[in-house]
């Protein structure tokens, strides 16, 4: 079973940075996509960015020119460096990756680390 460990989440005034990192581990299987998802309090979660395997990436548009996505294929570990946090962007974040086991594609969630911008 793929686990996701997050960690990097906290409390950071406005137009402060947070840098949120996660690895996937206890997997020998390869993996697609990973990315990050949001849920703020009474609010539907919410994709924030992707990066594929060869490092193309989507962001939504809030978060365009704010925040960057990278990984480390080889350390199987995403990343997500927000700057210039807003109090809108107080949510939980949950780290996202595809992982392609026997030819089928599964999606996997981390546990979630809390990040809150206070104003």
């Known amino acids: 079973q793929v686990q996701l460990v997050e960690s990097g989440g906290g409390l950071v005034r406005t137009g402060g940075s947070l840098r949120l990192s996660c690895a996937a581990t206890r997997t020998a299987f390869s993996i697609n996509a990973m990315g990050w998802d949001r849920q703020a309090p009474g609010k539907q979660r919410e994709q924030v960015a992707r990066?594929?395997?060869?490092?193309?990436?989507n962001y939504a548009d809030s978060m365009k020119g704010r925040f960057t996505i990278s990984r480390d294929n080889a350390k199987n570990t995403v990343y997500l460096q927000m700057n210039s946090l807003k109090p809108d962007d107080t949510a939980v974040y949950y780290c996202?990756?595809?992982?392609?086991?026997?030819?089928?594609?599964?999606?996997?969630w981390g546990q979630g680390t809390q990040v809150t911008v206070s104003s």
């Open positions: 990066i594929t395997r060869t490092g193309s990436t």
């Open positions: 996202y990756a595809e992982v392609v086991e026997y030819e089928v594609k599964r999606p996997y």
